[in-house]
């Protein structure tokens, strides 16, 4: 949702921060000493008697009243806000820490107050002091930091303030809805620059019940009532993106679009326009391309090896976080398209991508660049217009037909695959006439699997024996990935430790094979000298094993009743475990459980165990077919979780033989 | 470096959370937008002498783990007069891992009387150009404790290509206004890396001696001339990081040097005794109480009946009513505010409510008196020389003559002062009378009026700090356990759950509490009822009273049915579960004692046929017990979990391990129980 406020003449081009030189001596007439918008405003007997909130129960505080007033035409904001405090917890919301940036920003007029529970107003007239946050060549942040006296389980506390901005810059800004506590009320109010143009949205949403903000007279304003305090859950999506929040974005365009289409198709073209400067070499390509590919190869061939041949240009993105002086270094010779990043044998990432699509053209085969919105960092929205979002880049080759998604700028991405957080994303297709919008493919859960197979022994109560995992597709890219800049030990380290963590009991694990971290398409192979001490429970004579030894990774997932965002699970994938053990001379299997299986489709589990003469088969299953689902699906979701533990803690009784010593 | 009375000072919590945030963004930002501004020298070999020699160095001793050695490492400090010091530290490392890189990012802690006069760092990387950086470059922020306001900052520099192969070093000049109460220094040589060669060298005006202290290292002569020594170590281990490990300072080698100024001049202390005496009179008149205090303590005190009851009702007071927040500026980070400020303010940090509730204990006729101690147990031991390096206050209250109660436990006879009691009125979750586990046994810096004492802090008894569970269940012939539990908590249990609870904003946040403590028994469950007992009340037991409903608790398997009788509650641990042999002492949070009885009534149709084994252990550090029994048609299960030292030394951790074990098993061990013939 998007609505903007235009002005006659506003012409210019905004970033975060616009200088305006033009209107410095107007602004600067305009800023006086502070005068805050309203008094104080009167407490109402209600809420100083006000013990609880019937929609936040239990809460420690409850925000009672909050008012921003923001004036981007003469660089203000006053905030005023009022808490109550309901209990002794509570009482941590007197302590105030204002941050603001040292030169261009100020905090004015500070004052605040406590109301006790019996109507006695206790002014604050303690020293309010300044504290150093951060100091760099690029600035200082300090903060502004008061406590309020007096305060206790019942009191109201309130405080307001103006911050003032540098009058020579407009600064984008928005309003949060909802955080840590409950809002009964809350009124927001912006008075725009009026030398730019400004729009506002609400990308995520507004709270229930809330109007969309509108235009009065010169101002945006907004109220809210009765908003939740925002909660934070486990596999929830990127939490930035559920808060509700009103985003004002100035723009000194001449022309402020306010049609998404019109938008997004001028800013395809200019888009197109520099990627088709930057990899238009063709010559140079198709040198290039012949050093790579065979006159005879297939056009999948071809394609395979070229995109073998672009990972293997060293990776700029994906190196160690350099300082300054490496990348000025690194910079010393610029790199201005394709021919570049080839000669160089180095670029980043969308570099990497753009030599792919030059090489590919080069070699006959049609593709196209496509800018990606990852989804880890967005819930991307075509109305935002914010192209700051597109944050990624992939390549799109026609293949047989078929469109196949390449994305060599990220290291270890097997042929085909793009990391998850480009997966099922919106992704711009760029071409001459601003590009068409695509959702990139997700692939099904089978193309990333984690395979557990293991062959072990049982004696005196201790599993040991030998065990391989195997990871394929983006199990195995993002792990290649996330350890691209480690050494072995590190790497041993980090494969050692998610082995302890999917075994739910304390374990000794050693590596002892070389895994291949360089590969792409190949999958990563891992062996191990696994040893379970105690893993089979004592009953007198007989002993236990559970048949879920790796689903430790499960025992607490959704183990909460109340769930209030949606799921989000990141991409599809699967686990499957293979395990034998050896059972120890003269035991045998007296019971073992039924397979036990659950099918949601999205969500499907199987665990069995088999006996095979004097050993145990034991196989496990758990598909993950889904990344997201709406909270309303978590009742299912958590009910298929408490299966998956109840089916991993089925117990396999083996006994002595009747004519062993035992 | 300034060491402050405020709670919960580590090292590791000095740049933390947000502003730590705040610095990386920075360091970044610089990375960044530097490349665009950044005129500086980029220029070949430029790294000093010192810095080079170490380049084809030979390393100390080292396993393949180890992430960089410090190849060299130089301190010079240079006494010009009582009111200056100059300070020169320089570093050398050879980074061996990627992990290295940290050793990369330098961090000067600063405080208002430290000045730096310069910093500089060099890279000699594998190939290619020397780097250099310096003080432009360099990033300043406040630090993060517990301090809501502080003038102690940290001043970073990155130091480039901190990569594998690379040779890096740095040099920091600064000057300190040497405070008259911490005439010393410590030189503390050893590292979490090897270190090949560390020097040390005191540079003192002509008259000035010195008096040096070795803690965790041998003695070592310096080599001396007229008016400056220098020690030096070569070949020094590493420290290895292990949880649950003793604090740096009670392990690391260290030398402490007293600095004594010629005769006439003003000394800083050099005993315990007088540090104690410095303290005292640094909170002289602080203690008095106004009028308002006064009245409150009448106030407080009016419906009291007796000393004790009078004690306690001030003491909860200042914890509960007067809120920690810590204003630490300049001398403030030691000296506390006046009492009359903290009682009107409302607020203040330890040393501040230690100081109004002293006040408010004489106004009843109660003599008390400050005691500084760590908060790390260890961190401060016997050995250790007078210094004022302690991080927090508490007080040490006279009792009364004839006052006893069951309910003090944590005193202690003192000669001048009879007995006296500990109390950390900071602490909002132990009583009057108790004392939490991370303070007792460690050393403390009794202040009386006679002069300093460092005295260790009282031991309670492990069942004053205990869980007792009881639960009456019963299982269908589905498998599924109904019943009620109750749970009640003493000592350091119950104010770990208070904190826990304090710090939930939300009643549904009480219930989600109890689901992530029992969610690890039971692998689907619905919690009927849940009530929390005397969760203020923190001189009463904190009790949970709850009522589930867990399907699948027990599992079929033909006519069997596998039923866990430990119920609830986990005490294994997989805390020494590694191949690598513990280096380090292992440090339990504080003594302490579970006992569960659980029972559960048997289905219909269903008898016992076999039951876990009794388990007895005691490895004299702790023990445990547990029996499983039939008792009617009614499964009995009984066990008691008690930890009694507060540290096992490395040699037993085998043997812990084995104990974990046993734990591990009987917690998961199960009865068979079979269906009986129609």
């Not at chain 1, 991409?571 to 120890?584: A, C, F, G, N, T």
């Not at chain 2, 730096?116 to 190939?127: K, N, Q, R, V």
């Not at chain 2, 005439?183 to 020097?199: G, H, I, N, S, Y």
Request: aromatic letters at 8%.
């Amino acid at each position: 949702m998007e609505r903007l406020y235009k002005k006659k003449g506003g012409l210019m081009r905004v970033t975060l921060r616009t200088f305006m030189p033009g209107m410095l001596g107007v602004l600067a007439g305009l800023q006086g000493s502070p005068v805050l918008a309203a008094d104080w405003l009167p407490v109402t007997a209600d809420d100083l008697h006000l013990t609880s909130v019937a929609q936040a129960p239990g809460a420690a505080a409850v925000i009672l009243y909050r008012q921003v007033d923001r004036d981007d035409a003469r660089s203000f904001q006053d905030e005023y806000v009022r808490v109550k405090i309901l209990s002794d917890e509570g009482r941590k919301y007197a302590d105030v820490e204002i941050p603001f940036r040292h030169f261009s920003e100020s905090v004015r007029g500070l004052e605040a107050r406590t109301i006790r529970a019996d109507g006695r107003v206790v002014p604050f007239t303690g020293t309010v002091y300044e504290k150093q946050l951060v100091t760099s060549r690029t600035g200082t942040t300090l903060a502004k930091v008061f406590q309020i006296p007096d305060v206790q389980a019942g009191s109201i506390i309130e405080y307001r303030y103006r911050h003032v901005y540098s009058a020579r810059w407009v600064f984008n800004s928005r309003w949060i809805l909802s955080g840590d506590l409950f809002t009964r009320e809350a009124k927001f109010s912006l008075f725009p620059n009026r030398g730019l143009s400004l729009r506002w949205t609400w990308p995520n949403g507004l709270p229930p019940g809330t109007a969309e903000p509108r235009l009065e007279k010169d101002h945006v304003v907004l109220e809210e009532h009765d908003v939740p305090a925002f909660v934070t859950e486990e596999h929830m999506q990127p939490e930035n993106e559920l808060k509700e929040r009103v985003d004002f974005i100035y723009s000194g365009a001449r022309h402020f679009e306010t049609d998404p289409a019109v938008f997004w198709r001028k800013f395809g073209i200019i888009a197109w326009k520099f990627e088709e400067n930057f990899v238009d070499q063709r010559k140079a390509m198709q040198r290039a391309v012949a050093q790579i590919v065979q006159p005879g190869d297939s056009d999948e061939a071809k394609l395979r090896k070229i995109y073998a041949r672009t990972q293997l240009v060293r990776n700029l993105s994906y190196e160690h976080r350099k300082t300054e002086q490496e990348i000025e270094r690194q910079d010393e010779v610029g790199t201005y398209s394709v021919a570049d990043v080839w000669d160089r044998g180095a670029g980043n990432e969308w570099q990497i991508n753009y030599l792919l699509l030059a090489l590919v053209r080069a070699a006959g085969l049609g593709a196209d660049p496509v800018l990606v919105a990852r989804r880890d960092q967005y819930l991307f929205n075509q109305r935002h217009m914010n192209s700051g979002e597109l944050d990624a880049t992939a390549v799109i080759v026609k293949l047989d037909g078929k469109d196949v998604y390449l994305d060599p700028g990220t290291p270890f991405t097997p042929f085909g695959l793009q990391p998850w957080n480009d997966t099922d994303a919106h992704s711009l297709r760029l071409n001459a006439d601003g590009g068409a919008w695509v959702t990139t493919p997700l692939p099904d859960a089978s193309k990333s699997r984690i395979e557990r197979r293991a062959v072990l022994k049982l004696s005196a109560g201790t599993l040991e024996g030998k065990l391989t995992v195997r990871y394929t597709g983006l199990e195995a890219s993002s792990r290649r990935l996330s350890q691209r800049n480690e050494d072995d030990t590190a790497r041993r380290q980090f494969l050692e430790k998610q082995i302890e963590h999917m075994v739910p009991a304390g374990i000794d694990v050693k590596l002892t094979n070389s895994p291949d971290w360089g590969a792409s398409d190949a999958s990563l192979v891992t062996e191990y000298d696994l040893e379970v001490p105690g893993w089979a429970t004592t009953a007198g004579r007989r002993a236990l094993l559970p048949v879920g030894l790796f689903g430790n990774n499960e025992r607490h997932t959704f183990e909460h009743a109340v769930r209030v965002h949606p799921l989000y699970f990141g991409y599809p994938h699967q686990y499957q475990d293979d395990i034998s053990i050896e059972l120890p001379a003269g035991w045998h299997i007296e019971s073992a459980p039924q397979v036990r299986s659950a099918d949601l489709k999205a969500l499907q589990y199987k665990a069995g165990a088999q006996s095979d003469q004097g050993s145990l088969h034991l196989t496990r299953e758990l598909n993950i077919n889904f990344y997201e689902a709406t909270a309303d699906s978590y009742g299912a979701a958590r009910k298929f979780f408490q299966t998956v533990r109840t089916g991993d803690e089925e117990q396999v009784v083996i006994a002595p033989d009747a004519s062993s010593p035992h | 470096m300034r060491n402050r009375l405020s709670l919960r000072r580590t090292p590791a919590a000095r740049i933390s959370g947000r502003r730590a945030a705040l610095l990386l963004r920075a360091l970044l930002c610089l990375a960044w937008v530097g490349a665009a501004v950044y005129s500086g020298s980029a220029a070949a070999n430029n790294a000093p002498p010192w810095v080079r020699a170490q380049v084809n160095a030979s390393l100390p001793a080292h396993d393949d783990k180890t992430v960089a050695v410090v190849l060299y490492s130089e301190t010079v400090v240079t006494v010009e007069s009582a009111a200056k010091l100059r300070r020169l530290e320089r570093r050398v490392y050879r980074i061996l891992r990627p992990d290295g890189a940290s050793r990369g990012t330098v961090q000067i802690p600063l405080t208002p009387d430290t000045r730096i006069l310069s910093m500089h760092a060099w890279c000699i990387p594998a190939t290619g150009k020397d780097y250099e950086v310096g003080n432009d470059d360099a990033v300043e922020a406040g630090m993060v404790g517990t301090e809501f306001v502080t003038d102690l900052r940290v001043r970073a520099l990155r130091i480039p290509a901190s990569v594998p192969g690379s040779v890096i070093g740095y040099e920091v000049e600064s000057e300190e206004q040497p405070r008259p109460y911490l005439m010393a220094d410590a030189w503390r040589f050893q590292d979490t890396v090897p270190v090949r060669e560390a020097r040390y060298t005191l540079h003192l005006p002509p008259g000035w001696q010195y008096k040096a202290t070795w803690l965790n290292h041998f003695e070592i002569p310096p080599v001396s001339e007229p008016t400056s020594w220098l020690w030096v170590l070569s070949d020094l281990t590493a420290i290895k990081i292990e949880p649950d490990m003793p604090p740096w300072p009670g392990i690391a080698g260290q030398l402490w040097i007293s600095l004594v100024p010629p005769a006439g001049q003003e000394a800083g202390p050099g005993s315990w005794r007088e540090v104690g005496i410095w303290y005292l009179n640094l909170g002289r008149g602080r203690r008095d109480a106004t009028p308002a205090i006064r009245q409150k303590v009448a106030e407080l005190t009016a419906g009291s009946t007796g000393t004790l009851a009078k004690m306690r009702a001030l003491a909860a007071f200042v914890q509960s009513d007067i809120r920690y927040v810590a204003v630490e500026l300049g001398i403030g980070g030691y000296q506390p505010h006046a009492a009359g400020d903290v009682f009107t303010n409302g607020f203040g940090d330890c040393k501040d409510k230690a100081t109004l509730l002293s006040s408010m204990l004489k106004e009843i006729g109660v003599d008390s008196t400050y005691v500084l101690v760590n908060v790390l147990r260890g961190a401060v031991t016997a050995a250790t020389p007078a210094n004022p390096g302690f991080n927090h206050v508490i007080l040490a209250i006279q009792l009364p003559t004839g006052l006893v109660d069951p309910s003090l436990l944590a005193v202690k006879a003192q000669p001048q002062l009879g007995t006296i009691l500990f109390f950390d009125p900071t602490n909002p979750y132990t009583p009057l009378g108790g004392l939490s586990g991370g303070l007792q046994g460690g050393f403390g810096l009794l202040a009386a009026p006679d002069g300093g004492e460092l005295i260790q802090l009282p031991q309670l008894a492990s069942r004053l700090s205990a869980v007792q569970r009881t639960a009456q269940m019963s299982l269908d012939d589905s498998g599924t356990l109904r019943g009620d539990v109750h749970e009640v908590l003493t000592g350091d249990w119950a104010a770990r759950e208070r904190g826990t609870l304090g710090s939930a904003s939300r009643d549904p946040d009480h219930v989600r509490s109890v689901e992530s403590h029992i969610g690890s028994a039971f692998t689907s469950f619905q919690l009927l009822k849940v009530t929390v007992g005397n969760l203020r009340a923190t001189d009463k037991p904190l009790e949970w009273n709850y009522s589930l409903e867990a399907g699948n608790y027990a599992k079929a398997s033909g006519d069997l049915l596998i039923v866990r009788p430990r119920v609830l509650g986990s005490r294994s641990s997989a805390l020494l579960e590694t191949h690598e042999a513990r280096q380090n002492l292992i440090e339990f949070r504080s003594t302490e004692r579970d006992t569960d009885v659980f029972e559960i009534a048997l289905p219909p149709g269903y008898q016992v046929d076999d039951l876990p084994g009794a388990v007895d252990v005691d490895g004299g550090f702790a023990s445990y017990h547990s029996k499983t029994e039939v008792v009617g048609h009614r499964l009995r299960y009984t066990r008691t979990f008690e930890i009694r030292e507060l540290s096992v030394p490395a040699a037993k951790a085998p043997e812990l391990r084995d104990f974990y074990r046993t734990v591990w098993g009987d917690e998961r061990a199960e009865a068979v129980l079979k269906r009986m013939p129609q």
